[in-house]
């Protein structure tokens, strides 16, 4: 399975419709994959939270549009990172969108952990409450946003909803990417999973994004890692690497708390 991750550069002096558009272009470009991954809130930014009222929209939205006909024209699956939400309440969420090779939409995941610390994002959106994982032709991926990267329990959950990939979508800042680096590799040893961890690059709310967007195998090894600007991250898995690391070292057969 060939996937390609797209780190974005989110810069404030750029529209969100022309990003838009920007990122279905670059999403058409990556044919040749099976699968597509953008980072999280690329569309305004994961610290812009002045931007996440004005710019909310529906499920259905703009957004939805264009990454659907991204993928359909590029035939790929597509995590198309996050964006903000309007629910039919008003409630924002924090919601990603896998869609198919024929732009169906395949699957949401609403971010469970919201960051902030009784600020920004933690107190504007609200938080999702269900594990989504998607059944692709080789792979199961597990969904996580972000902040969710440093709660184990929720990848454990994923692991035992059969996912195989845990995909990471995120607005990391610059001045925590060693916890990135280390998180990531972390989730992927004890859950002998492949990771793809796509951030953004650029700068937007004032903080500067860490960008760094890594590919994890199931024993911890990187693969592949991005640099700190925008860049397109594209590396070859082996589907059956995960059931072989399993089995090799069945570590997750000896688990006694059910966690």
């Known amino acids: 399975m060939r996937a390609s991750l797209i780190q974005i550069a989110v810069n404030e002096g750029e529209s969100v419709v022309s990003r838009r558009s920007r990122v279905a272009d670059l999403v058409r470009e990556q044919s040749g994959s099976d699968l597509v991954v953008l980072p999280e809130l690329w569309t305004v930014g ?10 909310a929209e529906p499920l259905d939205g703009p957004t939805y549009g264009a990454m659907a006909a991204a993928a359909r024209d590029a035939g790929v699956w597509l995590h198309a990172g996050s964006f903000v939400e309007r629910a039919g309440d008003g409630s924002l969420y924090n919601t990603a969108l896998v869609l198919s090779p024929t732009g169906e939409l395949a699957a949401t995941y609403r971010k469970i952990h919201r960051f902030g610390f ?7 959106m609200s938080a999702g409450e269900t594990l989504t994982t998607v059944a692709l032709p080789e792979q199961t991926l597990g969904l996580a946003t972000c902040y969710d990267l440093r709660f184990p329990e929720l990848f454990r959950g994923l692991v035992d909803a059969g996912a195989t990939t ?44 860490a960008g760094h967007s890594l590919v994890v195998d199931p024993w911890g090894e990187v693969l592949a890692e991005a640099g700190p600007g925008e860049e397109v991250l594209t590396v070859d898995l082996d589907p059956k690497k995960v059931a072989e690391t399993r089995e090799q070292f069945p570590a997750l057969k000896d688990r006694r708390l059910g966690l």
């Not at 994961?46 to 710019?55: L, V």
């Not at 009784?118 to 504007?124: H, N, R, S, T, Y």
């Not at 001045?175 to 796509?198: F, G």
Request: hydrophobic share 40%; with cysteine; glycine share 10%.
């Open 118 to 124: 009784d600020q920004g994002e933690a107190v504007m």
């Open 166 to 209: 845990l995909v990471v979508s995120a607005g990391w800042p610059a001045r925590r990417r060693e916890h990135w680096t280390l998180l990531n590799r972390a989730r992927a040893v004890e859950d002998q999973s492949y990771v793809l961890a796509c951030g953004s690059a650029g700068s937007n709310g004032g903080v500067e994004q």
């Open 46 to 55: 994961a610290f812009a939270y002045e931007q996440f009222e004005t710019e």
